[in-house]
């Protein structure tokens, strides 16, 4: 990181509210029109600043950003608090004493010889009840 933009980004908690808006219309080229904590408005203009002298997200990034965006709005992402995993990874799991072993291919899973499109469909062979893929095979953390 430059000398200077690390500089900016040290001083930026030092500055008063008031100073932190004024340089959030000159970063942004228009005013905050709602109120945010202090702290949000240091990481946006960090960020901002980082963007501007580093660059920002490649388009296919932003690509990827507004389909997701989109599927949340739409309530079509079912699949989007699942991580994407590279082929030929190995997910093991220990279930009533039996190991288990799935390998992701390029069509989904495959579970003792058998391709599978899902891990929950996998999931439910194993333990006889609906349960979810990622969160069986602990790709995601249970929130409830």
């Given at each position: ?24 219309n ?21 960020y901002?600043l980082?963007?501007q ?12 950003l507004?389909?997701i ?37 390029t ?9 599978y ?8 062979l194993?333990t ?17």
């Amino acid at each position: 990181m430059s000398n200077d933009i690390a500089k900016q980004l040290e001083c930026l908690p030092q500055l008063t509210r008031a100073e932190l808006l004024s340089l959030w219309n000159e970063v942004f080229g228009h005013p905050l029109h709602c109120r945010a904590h202090k702290d949000f408005l240091i990481s946006c203009i960090a960020y901002r600043l980082q963007e501007q002298t580093y660059g920002g997200l490649s388009a296919n990034t932003r690509k990827q950003l507004r389909k997701i965006a989109t599927e949340i709005e739409t309530g079509s992402g079912a699949g989007l608090d699942v991580p994407r995993i590279k082929l030929g990874t190995r997910l093991v799991r220990e279930w009533n004493g039996d190991t288990h072993e799935v390998t992701v291919i390029t069509e989904g899973f495959a579970y003792r010889g058998q391709p599978y499109r899902s891990l929950s469909e996998i999931a439910r062979l194993i333990t006889g009840t609906r349960w979810s893929g990622p969160l069986f095979f602990g790709l995601r953390v249970s929130h409830g």
